[in-house]
């Protein structure tokens, strides 16, 4: 029973080695776009550290482990290879929504003309979230294949999302200096408009008064 067991947790150690790598690589990538995008798979990894140095703290023991030590042992070791696969899905879900919502908040404040002249990789980049969320939206139906469609979205989407969203925000920072001055330039524009009116009205209550008294 040992044996098995030491077999099985050798298993489980090297499934669950394969799963960390494969997340901490994905996260780097997709931290390129914000580090706070990556926050919740970043726990998710510390959550597996966790469960790992428990499983260690048992399997470690010079006694032999119970039963139900041997299950809780398991336990863990399953659970932090799951913590993996959730931060690897994690941070393409998070990825692609903040893109989207990126996205969705600068059309809203200067409009689509404005976005399509100053970012023409607009319909190329909203096409490309449209497809991600067809096969995200695929890989909840079919649980089976869910490893391999995030799989091939980061083989043939994680650098394309990296290099559309580097060109959102230099377009984007042109979009807002561009809100900025026009902001600068109506405020202005109604500063010279009130004055105007101001001494227009000015002069028209000096000239009043002057016919006022040349009819007295």
Known sequence: MAEDFNALFKKLIGEW???FFQA????????????KVVYVSIQELRYSGRRVAQAYELFAREAPLSDDEQEQVRIHLIEAIQNCVKARHDAIDASYHFVHKRLDSLVDSVGLPKVI??????????????????????????????????????????????QFNLKLESSEEILRSLIA????KRIKQFIIANLIALIVGAS????ANRVELLIK
Do not use: C, H, Q, W
């Open 181 to 184: 001055n026009d902001r600068k």
């Open 17 to 19: 080695k394969d799963k």
């Open 204 to 207: 028209g209550s000096m000239v």
């Open 24 to 35: 901490e690589e994905v996260i780097k990538e997709y931290e390129k776009i914000g580090a």
């Open 117 to 162: 002249k100053y970012f023409p990789e607009y319909i190329a980049l909203r096409e490309e979230i449209i497809d991600v969320a067809k096969k995200i939206v695929e890989s909840r139906k079919n649980r089976k294949a869910i490893d391999e469609i995030y799989a091939d979205l980061v083989r043939t989407s994680a650098s394309k999302l990296v």
